[in-house]
């Protein structure tokens, strides 16, 4: 890759970043937790510090989501370069945290998800789970997909372990919601 790719690459990487923070700003989102607290995370699902810090549980759902990524983007035409790759993976995952913060879909996590005191994400935790999603991309590109696939396994099923939620289980209950895992995600 030439030095003028380089440059133009990072520059759009960097837009696309700039954007997501102006855009979530501009639909009321805050930039920190509003208790003011300096921790860098939340483990805890239950409470309103869920998504305001930089890092929660669900920043491990975003590596997986650069995992997906890297994997759905690999069945593109081989002329399509792997910079360009990256950056259409980090462009999709700043669209999806534009949307994951839009009412429509707070709203939706509050009626099917066991999400009912989800507000949203602060812009610090947005940031962070894009640079999750894109690190996980990068894991994905410099080992054998068996490994991507193991690791995937593992969040999983740590996560269904301690948060009783994951990666899969946020889709489902997102689009076709199944009252018996909202009721066993509860506890």
């Known amino acids: 890759m030439s ?7 990072a ?8 954007m997501t923070v102006l855009i979530l700003r501009l639909i009321g ?3 920190w937790c ?23 549980p669900y920043t491990f759902t975003h590596a997986l989501h650069g995992l997906v990524f890297f ?4 069945f593109l035409p081989s002329k399509i370069a792997s910079h360009s790759r990256f950056l259409i993976a980090l462009t999709v995952e700043c669209a999806w945290e534009i949307l994951e913060n839009s009412p429509m879909i707070i709203e939706r996590y509050r009626e099917a998800t066991i999400s009912l005191d989800y507000y ?3 812009i610090a935790n947005s940031l962070f789970d894009i640079v999750a999603c894109m690190a996980g991309y990068l894991f994905a590109s410099k080992v054998r997909w068996w490994w991507s696939l193991a690791l995937f396994a593992v969040i999983e099923v740590i996560l ?14 997102l689009v076709w919601p199944i009252e018996a895992i909202k009721q066993w995600q509860g506890g």
Do not use: K
């Not at 030095?3 to 690459?9: F, Y």
């Not at 269904?160 to 209950?173: E, F, S």
């Open 3 to 9: 030095d003028r790719e380089v440059r133009n690459s």
């Open 11 to 18: 520059a759009i990487g960097l837009t696309a970043f700039v």
């Open 29 to 31: 989102r805050t930039w």
């Open 34 to 56: 509003s208790c003011g607290s300096p921790v860098p995370w939340s483990w805890e699902i239950w409470s309103s510090h869920n998504s305001q810090h930089l890092i929660d």
């Open 71 to 74: 994997a759905a983007l690999r």
């Open 120 to 122: 949203g994400d602060s």
């Open 160 to 173: 269904l372990m301690t948060i009783r939620d994951c990666l899969i289980l946020n889709v489902v209950m």
